[in-house]
């Protein structure tokens, strides 16, 4: 029975990483100097946000079906790095970094930096995966865990226009966003946080106001409050790093 149920598990991650190869062929389809590359950006970010959602349901469906294997885990690692790593890089890199050239040997726009700049994504999200995958702690995430990464590039054309973001300011955010993948910040992990303080009853309940509450800020302006509660996670790591780092200090 576990053999044959390993299937859906499975299914829901190759969901996650064909939707992350979409999102890279409409990116791919861009051109910076047509008016409607800003609507093919938010387009590849909404299919990035959507692989997170597969991406989280597939490890919920394989604990709820008992049918979990190393199959299913390496397999979702590879989904991961394709979607939360190449497919934001890729985004970002034609969003932004496209332009970054240095001159070298007298030549003019010789040295693609941007490229490299793009590449610390992917670099980045296939080191955490790696370390992820030898060692974890079941009760935290060690590093900014890839798919909130993802999704950190993917709402940023839903929230912004290239115009409106200087190009120093995307470079540092998205140098801090990488660099937080492989750092050693603790990130709680959401459902083992709701695990220990809610029951399923009172769950259900706290999700449903939670619904309602985000349905009366209205349904257009859902990227901002996703943005709102992913930088809110974001940050979270950090903090809680400073007031360790307090804390030991005064020790």
Not at 75 to 91: R, V
Not at 165 to 174: D, E, H, K, R
Not at 202 to 221: D, P
């Amino acid at each position: 029975m576990k053999l044959k149920l390993t299937w859906i598990p499975n299914t829901l991650t190759l969901g996650n990483l064909t939707l992350g190869f979409v999102s890279m062929l409409l990116v791919s389809e861009t051109n910076p100097s047509q008016p409607n590359s800003h609507e093919l950006y938010s387009l590849a970010g909404v299919f990035i946000i959507l692989a997170a959602l597969f991406d989280g349901f597939d490890g919920m469906a394989a604990r709820a079906l008992n049918c979990t294997s190393e199959l299913g885990a390496d397999l979702d690692s590879l989904a991961d790095l394709t979607t939360f790593g190449i497919a934001p890089g890729f985004l970002a890199y034609k969003m932004f970094f496209f332009d970054i050239k240095l001159d070298i040997f007298d030549k003019p726009d010789y040295f693609p930096l941007g490229m490299f700049i793009a590449a610390l994504y992917p670099i980045c999200a296939a080191y955490r995966l790696a370390r992820f995958n030898v060692a974890h702690d079941p009760k935290s995430f060690n590093g900014l865990p890839s798919p909130v990464a993802g999704v950190v590039i993917g709402i940023f054309p839903l929230v912004f226009s290239v115009s409106q973001v200087p190009l120093w300011t995307a470079v540092t955010f998205f140098v801090i966003t990488a660099l937080l993948m492989v750092s050693t910040l603790r990130y709680s992990k959401p459902q083992v946080a709701m695990r220990g303080l809610f029951s399923w009853k009172k769950l259900g309940i706290s999700l449903l106001g939670l619904g309602l509450i985000l349905f009366a800020i209205g349904f257009y302006r859902w990227p901002y409050v996703m943005y709102g509660a992913v930088g809110f996670y974001v940050f979270s790591g950090i903090v809680s790093f400073l007031i360790q780092t307090i804390q030991d200090y005064r020790v």
